[in-house]
């Protein structure tokens, strides 16, 4: 049995932890509020603009509504967007990402990986070292500098469209001259502070057709008739691009808020854990303390009868 000083020392420690854990819930619960407000204030935009391209889809002949980001190609080249965050402490939340890799890639670009035509772009450094790990070709967000050089994007360290808006566009410009020819997007959907859903959407090429969102589902976006101006080809043209960006920048916000609520629930749980855990540390403090009284007691009374003798 643990001596009394290495009990109270290990209750101390325990409080210590405690109170970080407290504090880092405290941060993340005032860092959720702000990402919250930012992905509910993102999504009735991004849904919309979805629905409207889904409808132009099918009311629109095919030559009207002609894309090269329509353009369906044999996937010889597949570029994944896995969405994890920077930091650690957030329970489950980048595991469930780099699992969901790891499948979507045994599922259906297995030869791919084989070739090695697989490509994950991380958006997150503990995905990027997860999947680097685990031998899969990986890189970092880049956008082109005014040098028109390449240049590693630190996403999180500043989250905003205009971050993200350079980084689609090199993904846009990869698909348009051939470097890849499909690209999936991976990452947490953000439901509440307890729940976060993992998502795989396919980005590129666009399918239209597909509504992933109850939102745009519940929409009758079919009984809406559109007027264009200047001209249907170069509204296509510039709509399609612009809800690529969106829709991508949205998923990073939904996996910033996730991983906040999932960091503060992580947090709560570990704070009742070290609640638990000092409690059952003061009791074999107190059953130590009283044991050690009664033996010094047997001894004192051993020692007055050996007197006695």
């Given at each position: 049995?643990?001596?009394?000083?290495?009990?109270?020392?290990?209750?101390?420690?325990?409080?210590?932890?405690?109170?970080?854990?407290?504090?880092?819930?405290?941060?993340?619960?005032?860092?959720?509020?702000?990402?919250?407000?930012?992905?509910?204030?993102m999504?009735?935009?991004?849904?919309?603009?979805?629905?409207?391209?889904?409808?132009?889809?099918?009311?629109?002949s095919?030559?009207?509504?002609?894309?090269?980001f329509?353009?369906?190609?044999?996937?010889?080249?597949?570029?994944?967007?896995?969405?994890?965050?920077?930091?650690?402490?957030?329970?489950?939340?980048?595991?469930?990402i780099?699992?969901?890799?790891?499948?979507?890639?045994n599922?259906?670009?297995?030869?791919?990986?084989?070739?090695?035509?697989?490509?994950?772009?991380?958006?997150g450094?503990?995905?990027?070292?997860?999947?680097?790990?685990?031998?899969?070709?990986?890189?970092?967000p880049?956008?082109?500098?005014?040098?028109?050089?390449?240049?590693?994007?630190?996403?999180?360290?500043?989250?905003?469209f205009?971050?993200?808006?350079?980084?689609?566009e090199?993904?846009?410009e990869?698909?348009k001259?051939?470097?890849?020819?499909?690209?999936?997007?991976?990452y947490?959907?953000?439901q509440?502070?307890?729940?976060?859903?993992?998502?795989?959407?396919?980005?590129?090429?666009?399918?239209?057709?597909?509504?992933d969102?109850?939102?745009?589902?519940?929409?009758?976006?079919?009984?809406?008739?559109?007027?264009?101006?200047?001209?249907?080809?170069?509204?296509?043209?510039?709509?399609?691009?612009?809800?690529?960006?969106?829709?991508?920048?949205?998923?990073?916000l939904?996996?910033?808020?996730s991983?906040?609520?999932?960091?503060?629930?992580?947090?709560?749980?570990a704070?009742?854990?070290?609640?638990e855990?000092?409690?059952?540390?003061?009791?074999?403090?107190?059953?130590?303390?009283?044991?050690?009284?009664?033996?010094?007691?047997?001894?004192?009374?051993?020692?007055?009868?050996a007197?006695?003798?």
């Amino acid at each position: 049995m643990a001596s009394l000083k290495e009990i109270r020392t290990r209750i101390s420690s325990v409080k210590s932890t405690q109170q970080i854990t407290k504090a880092m819930k405290m941060v993340a619960a005032a860092k959720l509020r702000r990402a919250q407000d930012a992905i509910e204030g993102m999504r009735p935009y991004a849904n919309t603009l979805k629905g409207i391209i889904d409808n132009l889809s099918k009311n629109v002949s095919s030559e009207d509504l002609s894309s090269e980001f329509m353009e369906e190609r044999a996937p010889e080249k597949v570029l994944i967007i896995a969405i994890t965050s920077d930091r650690g402490l957030c329970g489950a939340f980048n595991n469930n990402i780099i699992k969901a890799s790891v499948a979507l890639v045994n599922e259906k670009y297995a030869d791919q990986q084989a070739k090695g035509n697989l490509t994950f772009l991380c958006i997150g450094k503990r995905g990027y070292e997860g999947l680097t790990t685990r031998g899969y070709k990986t890189i970092l967000p880049q956008k082109k500098n005014e040098a028109g050089e390449m240049e590693t994007v630190e996403v999180f360290q500043n989250l905003s469209f205009a971050n993200i808006k350079d980084t689609a566009e090199v993904i846009l410009e990869q698909f348009k001259s051939g470097e890849v020819d499909r690209v999936e997007l991976i990452y947490n959907e953000f439901q509440n502070v307890i729940t976060q859903i993992v998502r795989r959407n396919q980005f590129l090429p666009i399918l239209p057709e597909e509504a992933d969102s109850q939102e745009i589902k519940d929409k009758d976006f079919d009984s809406i008739d559109y007027l264009f101006e200047p001209s249907q080809a170069e509204i296509v043209e510039e709509l399609i691009p612009k809800s690529l960006k969106i829709q991508l920048y949205s998923s990073i916000l939904d996996s910033n808020a996730s991983e906040h609520g999932a960091r503060m629930s992580a947090m709560d749980q570990a704070t009742e854990n070290a609640e638990e855990l000092v409690k059952e540390l003061k009791l074999t403090y107190n059953k130590s303390r009283q044991a050690a009284i009664t033996k010094e007691i047997l001894e004192i009374v051993g020692g007055a009868e050996a007197l006695n003798n």
